[in-house]
């Protein structure tokens, strides 16, 4: 008997119908399958955003494990360098030749005065070590924020409008390029009598700011032809605006590489400078002056000359070996 349908929507060929005769066969009716959905604007915009150098940059560094030891040991300093007495509660000035000249390290007394010995003026080389941390990382941040600021206002002017400036602050920039960094350091510490941590910090950033200075330079003049500093001059942005929101976080990248690096550099040279007796003076505790001490003595009493020289190592290695990491992490040839 031919099938009735009442309602016209639900005759043969219609979905309704079809739905009726798979379900008087026993049949499951089917549903169109929805389209798949793709990816909104938000989150398109988001991967955008991710995917920016520093972005990528710190995803690298994350997972690079020389950045994380190099961090872990940076951060380590620095806490020793603001508080020194949660390390030790020895006065790293306190003397005592009668009881503790050149006294052997006691390697099982831990985070006592006597770990590491004592050297030949009855002192603590465990708590001078502790804080002789304090003026070495003052020195090597202080001299790197200035040359920093000093040599990269000066690239970025000079990369920016070219012509006379660039010619005048790149000849200013190639006489001091040419003074030989310690030799000029000693005849200008030679000049004052009270050689503190800010007199040797000034003498250091005044002949230390050349290399930030070609490096801002060279950086500058590549980000100054991208097109977005060509679309904002087209618009009318001031030039203040250009140098501080498009040419200086995009030009920035080599500039933090070498700052990086050159910190461990100025840590070693102010040692060597008070190694020399050009440096830092007693009372201030400092490696280099440890190291100069200890050199007298080196041959009976290696330990006097080991712990101190060993921190020193170990801090400029950490400040190396982080720019190493932040170089790799924002070298786009690495990509």
């Known amino acids: 008997m031919p099938e009735i349908y009442d309602n016209p929507q639900s005759g043969p060929g219609t979905r309704a119908g079809n739905a009726a005769v798979a379900a008087d066969r ?11 959905a793709g990816p909104s604007l938000e989150d398109k915009v988001r991967e955008e955003k991710a995917r920016s150098l520093w972005g990528d940059a710190w995803r690298d560094l994350r997972r690079n494990p020389y950045f994380i030891i190099s961090s872990f040991l940076v951060v380590l300093l620095v806490f020793i360098a603001l ?15 009668t009881n503790h000249f050149l006294k052997k390290p006691e390697l099982g007394s831990f985070f006592t005065a006597d770990w590491f010995g004592y050297d030949n003026q009855g002192r603590s080389i465990y708590a001078r070590v ?5 003026a070495s990382i003052q020195v090597g941040v202080g001299v790197t924020v200035i040359v920093t600021i000093v040599g990269g206002l000066m690239g970025m002017l000079a990369g920016y409008f070219g012509g006379w400036l660039d010619a005048l602050l790149s000849r200013i920039t190639d006489v001091f390029f040419g003074i030989p960094f310690l030799l000029g350091a000693l005849v200008v510490l030679n000049a004052f009598t009270d050689r503190s941590v800010p007199v040797v910090i000034g003498a250091l950033a005044f002949l230390g700011w050349t290399q930030i200075a070609r490096v801002m330079r060279g950086s500058v003049i590549t980000t100054k032809q991208a097109d977005y500093v060509v679309a904002a001059k087209a618009l009318g942005a001031g030039t203040s605006r250009i140098l501080i929101k498009h040419i200086l976080p995009n030009a920035m990248a080599p500039v933090i590489v070498v700052a990086t690096i050159a910190l461990g550099g100025y840590i070693s040279a102010e040692a060597t400078l008070s190694y020399l007796g050009m440096g830092l003076a007693e009372p201030t505790v400092s490696w ?3 190291i100069s001490s200890a050199s007298k003595v080196v041959r009976n009493n290696p330990h006097a000359l080991f712990f101190p020289a ?3 190592t170990l801090t400029v290695f950490a400040f190396i ?15």
């Open 130 to 134: 502790i804080y002789g941390t304090r």
């Open 83 to 97: 508080f020194p007495g949660w390390f030790t509660s020895t006065d790293p000035r306190d003397a005592d030749l």
């Open 321 to 335: 070996m982080l720019g190493d990491a932040v170089r790799d992490a924002l070298d786009p040839k690495l990509r």
């Open 26 to 36: 026993g049949a499951t009716p089917t549903s169109p399958k929805a389209p798949a």
């Open 288 to 290: 280099g002056i440890d």
């Open 310 to 312: 060993g921190m020193l």
